[in-house]
């Protein structure tokens, strides 16, 4: 009963690809998040939903686009992939804004 | 612009060689300190969280500890499970926060 759970796992393609990662929390959390990772391990918002309604933006490219259906699923959506998106990406969920973050396991993109 | 600092970047310790890692912080507005515990191939698991200065928290052999321009997160008689990367967060909550790069601990048996 995973509580937050994001697929694939491990992810590699090549440059100018278009690539999607899910997620899902069965928390019944209302906030969920996308967090970029870099190889220096610092972990960056990306965007947050707060049921279902997109909260912040923080200067990501819009080849990023963040797709929530309902409030247990936000999925990221990738065109153009680009060398430098190359990190890991975390899915995240909280029950309000000044909760603790539950992380997925990541997804491991890897452009080339 | 919000920080978050932490140090040492990388701690070897044997197994029960107590010892600490520092979180210093300037970030305006702050609503809670938060601890992380990631390891390899995971993601970070929630530690503790920390609201006002003077406030301390315990878990096992952590103990976390906040003044108004650190934090600090004692580790007493580590073991080699204990072994993981550690982030600290500051900020106004889950869409403001700011992660510091993390001490990546290895306690050897």
């Known amino acids: 009963d995973t509580a937050v759970s994001q697929t694939p796992k491990y992810l590699v393609t090549q440059m100018g690809n278009d690539k999607s990662i899910k997620c899902e929390q069965n928390?019944?959390?209302?906030?969920m998040y996308w967090y970029k990772q870099d190889s220096k391990k610092f972990l960056k918002i990306m965007f947050s939903?707060?049921?279902?309604?997109?909260?912040i933006n923080e200067t990501v490219p819009n080849r990023f686009s963040p797709k929530s259906p309902d409030k247990a699923h936000l999925n990221l959506h990738i065109n153009s992939l680009e060398l430098g998106d190359s990190a890991v990406y975390f899915c995240a969920s909280s029950s309000t804004e000044n909760s603790p973050l539950h992380f997925g396991n990541g997804t491991r993109l890897t452009v080339t | 612009e919000d920080q978050v600092t932490q140090s040492p970047e990388a701690l070897r310790l044997q197994e029960g060689e107590s010892s600490s890692l520092n979180c210093s912080y300037t970030v305006s507005g702050l609503r809670g300190l938060f601890w992380y515990r990631q390891d390899p191939g995971k993601g970070p698991e929630f530690l503790f969280t920390?609201?006002?200065a003077g406030e301390e928290k315990e878990k096992e052999r952590l103990k976390a500890t906040l003044t108004k321009k650190e934090s600090f997160l004692h580790i007493t008689a580590p073991k080699p499970e204990d072994s993981a990367t550690y982030l600290c967060?500051?900020?106004?909550?889950?869409?403001?926060?700011?992660f510091g790069e993390g001490t990546q601990l290895t306690v050897n048996p």
């Open positions: 967060a500051g900020g106004q909550g889950g869409s403001r926060l700011t």
């Open positions: 920390l609201y006002s």
């Open positions: 928390l019944g959390h209302d906030t």
């Open positions: 939903y707060n049921n279902k309604e997109l909260i």
